[in-house]
């Protein structure tokens, strides 16, 4: 009889953690039925919809199981707005002990026909590889970012070593091994310019990636070749590229109801071919009253039709309260609004979408490529600068809006914005790329592709041949 080799993974409950993790655990249970997994499920008080897509997403894997971790009292809400990686970071550190017990139990339900071969760590979770260590258990990296992202948390704790201090956005560029060019400091990670602990904690987390057994990334080698070169130094443990692994039914919300789905998917049928751009900008990605304006004037004056999903940063506010007079009326029958959440990956793949203005994300930007949807960069926060830049000036897959924007940066301008519109529709050379890009990833996940062959490699490593 074969033994079963039982994994435990431990998400970040944000849904563009979430996405491709869960995804990618259902991945591996159906391509070796050696494999069982279990879910430890923390619970965060502003990511309320994560605990119901967790379940909903795993209701129909035998294989998967979720463990519930009891509550803990959330770090003071002024750490959020001071560094949202922080108070992630302080969050997870008091869910320690609370894993700990998890492991420990079910490393001790084990029989002697299952045994558990590893933990599977989000970055933000790092610290955890000491209760794998205690239990005797490796630890894997799941990073729900990029190659060019590993390369940077993998060279910050030298630079800290020689620094000591966090970065300046007036810092000269940073050459970062595994990114072509040396990048302006202006795009680098929010995290590490803050004061107030994000440095400290990205810090932190960096210095722990080299003591995993192996990095999983959500990325394939074909569209970041450079980096993925560059960790072939010696001292990286094994990067695995796995993906691009994508929820294509899209995580559902509860901002989001049927009627609405319906309305929107309607909407877009009744369009032409390529002639929609659609704004969508992550689940948190949001925009203040000064800056909807500007957006909703831009999309008029490029003469697009436009599907938007808007979040506005004032709370309660409906969309006729931030927009400008009269605009509904003369956008009808070429815009639509959607409110709060849209059905992003059905959007993407539909034949109307010809671009699309993201913030970056990098689910969103996998998403976008593999229905061959060409972005405009509009990053806010995390590391959707970084993204952002990468797109446009290294791999030439997105039309540059601002690669430096982030959280309160100055207005974008409606001329800026109607420019960019114009140009995701119009530069037919970065669409062929985008498509030619698309297509790569689709033969990367096939058999015998880069990335079905890295799994393979993976669950060998994990748990040898059968
Ligand atoms: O209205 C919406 C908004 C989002 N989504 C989906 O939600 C996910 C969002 O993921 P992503 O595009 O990566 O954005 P964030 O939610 O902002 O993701 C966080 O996690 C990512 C992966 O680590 C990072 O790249 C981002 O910077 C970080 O903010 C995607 O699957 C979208 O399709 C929808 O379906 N509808």
Not at 6 to 11: A, R
Not at 178 to 204: E, M
Not at 446 to 464: H, K, T, V, W, Y
Request: with cysteine.
């Amino acid at each position: 009889m074969k033994q079963a080799a039982e994994l435990i993974f431990v998400p970040v409950p944000g849904v563009g953690h979430l996405v491709s993790t869960l995804e990618f655990a259902k991945r591996l249970i159906d391509r070796d039925d050696r494999l069982f997994i279990k879910i430890l499920s923390m619970k965060f008080p502003f990511t309320s919809t994560a605990d119901a897509y967790t379940r909903s997403l795993t209701a129909s894997q035998p294989r998967i199981q979720i463990i519930d971790l009891p509550q803990v009292d959330p770090p003071p809400s002024l750490d959020l707005s001071v560094s949202t990686e922080n108070y992630i970071y302080v969050f997870i550190e008091k869910n320690i002990p609370n894993v700990k017990k998890a492991v420990t139990d079910i490393v001790s339900s084990n029989s002697g026909s299952s045994h558990v071969v590893g933990l599977v760590l989000d970055f933000f979770c790092l610290s955890m590889i000491d209760v794998g260590t205690e239990l005797n258990l490796p630890s894997y990296l799941f990073l729900t970012a990029n190659l060019g992202f590993l390369a940077l948390m993998l060279c910050l704790p030298t630079r800290h070593n020689q620094i000591g201090t966090e970065f300046s956005e007036s810092d000269p560029e940073f050459f970062i091994p595994g990114i072509v060019n040396p990048v302006p400091s202006g795009v680098l990670p929010s995290a590490v310019f803050n004061k107030h602990g994000g440095y400290t904690a990205y810090v932190k987390l960096a210095q722990r990636f080299r003591d995993t057994k192996g990095i999983m990334v959500n990325s394939f080698r074909e569209l970041e070749p450079y980096a993925f070169d560059s960790f072939s130094d010696g001292q990286t443990p094994p990067v695995y590229t796995i993906g691009p692994v994508l929820d294509l039914k899209g995580p559902p919300n509860p901002a989001l109801d049927e009627a609405q789905h319906d309305n929107i998917m309607k909407w877009l049928d009744d369009q032409p071919p390529l002639s929609v751009v659609f704004l969508c900008f992550g689940s948190m990605g949001s925009f203040d009253e000064t800056q909807v304006k500007e957006m909703a004037l831009g999309l008029e004056s490029s003469g697009h039709r436009f599907l938007w999903s808007l979040r506005s940063r004032t709370p309660n506010a409906l969309a006729d309260d931030v927009l400008p007079e009269g605009f509904f009326d003369r956008i009808k029958g070429k815009g639509m609004i959607c409110s709060g959440w849209a059905p992003q990956v059905e959007v993407l793949a539909h034949k109307a979408i010809g671009g699309f203005v993201s913030h970056c994300g990098w689910n969103s930007i996998l998403e976008s490529l593999w229905h061959g949807v060409p972005i405009v960069t509009w990053p806010i926060y995390a590391e959707q600068q970084l993204n952002a830049y990468r797109m446009v000036k290294e791999l030439g897959l997105a039309v540059e809006l601002r690669l430096d924007y982030r959280n309160g940066s100055n207005l974008v301008m409606a001329d800026e914005i109607e420019r960019a519109v114009r140009r995701v529709v119009d530069d037919h050379e970065v669409r062929k790329k985008v498509k030619e890009m698309g297509e790569m990833a689709r033969k990367a996940l096939m058999d015998g592709g880069s990335s079905f062959n890295s799994i393979g490699q993976l669950i060998e490593d994990m748990i040898g041949t059968s």
